[in-house]
């Protein structure tokens, strides 16, 4: 399986929007409902924030939503917040508890 | 509350192992598949495998098969991942992460792992 595509790094300013993409194939995105994003701060445990394409686990803001499109799938971060600025990781399940991860997307407020 | 918490840093010479331990808490440890993942430096991260700790079930990446094994302790809700023949390449942060759901919805904070000459 090779890695999920996702921008390097996606920009803005408080209170816009960013998108974050995440391309596979028909055998990973495009063929499962389980995708899931994971926020990362340095030196901090990864935390989901969507699965399932789109449910946000309790107490993740309803800033951040997701969406998917045949072998895209998308995270959006509405009224971008300074806490906001991390990593983010797109994650794809293959099927017998396997994933596939992307190769992340630095968010950077200005 | 749940939590998951991993051992320290370690620092190995080429062609060393490497154990890795997950303490779990807060949940019924054998009730979850536990997943190890790896992050190297500037890359995304790369799924390793995952143990059913009421099983004892494994599964591995391909690339990691024959050197890589898992084990869990539900005595101590304690989970451990061995990596051998350790390379520089191996040098990263694993992390041990609690499955539910078709996603990993706890993570450890992460163990760096370097190898040096």
């Known amino acids: 399986q090779s890695a999920l595509t996702q921008p390097r790094s996606v920009s803005g300013s408080p209170g816009q929007s960013v998108t974050i993409s995440c391309t596979g194939s028909?055998?990973?995105?495009?063929?499962?409902?389980?995708l899931s994003w994971y926020q990362r701060h340095p030196g901090k445990a990864p935390k989901v924030i969507i699965y399932d394409v789109n449910k946000r686990p309790s107490g993740v803001p309803d800033r951040f939503s997701g969406s998917k499109s045949g072998n895209t799938a998308s995270l959006t971060i509405s009224g971008l917040r300074a806490e906001d600025e991390a990593d983010y990781y797109c994650c794809s399940y293959a099927g017998s508890h396997n994933y596939v991860f992307g190769i992340g997307t630095e968010v950077t407020v200005l | 509350q749940e939590q998951v918490v991993q051992s320290g840093a370690e620092v190995k010479t080429p062609g060393a192992s490497v154990t890795v331990s997950c303490k779990a808490s807060g949940y019924t440890f054998a009730d979850y598949i536990h997943q190890w993942v790896r992050q190297a430096p500037g890359q995304g991260p790369e799924w390793m495998g995952w143990i059913n700790p009421k099983s004892g079930d494994t599964e591995y990446a391909q690339r990691f098969q024959g050197r890589v094994t898992t084990t869990t302790d539900t005595s101590i809700t304690t989970a451990y991942m061995e990596l051998s023949r350790l390379t520089s390449d191996d040098t990263a942060i694993y992390y041990c992460a609690r499955d539910r759901d078709f996603h990993l919805d706890f993570w450890g904070q992460g163990s760096l792992v370097t190898v040096s000459s």
């Open positions: 028909s055998s990973d995105v495009g063929g499962s409902d389980h």
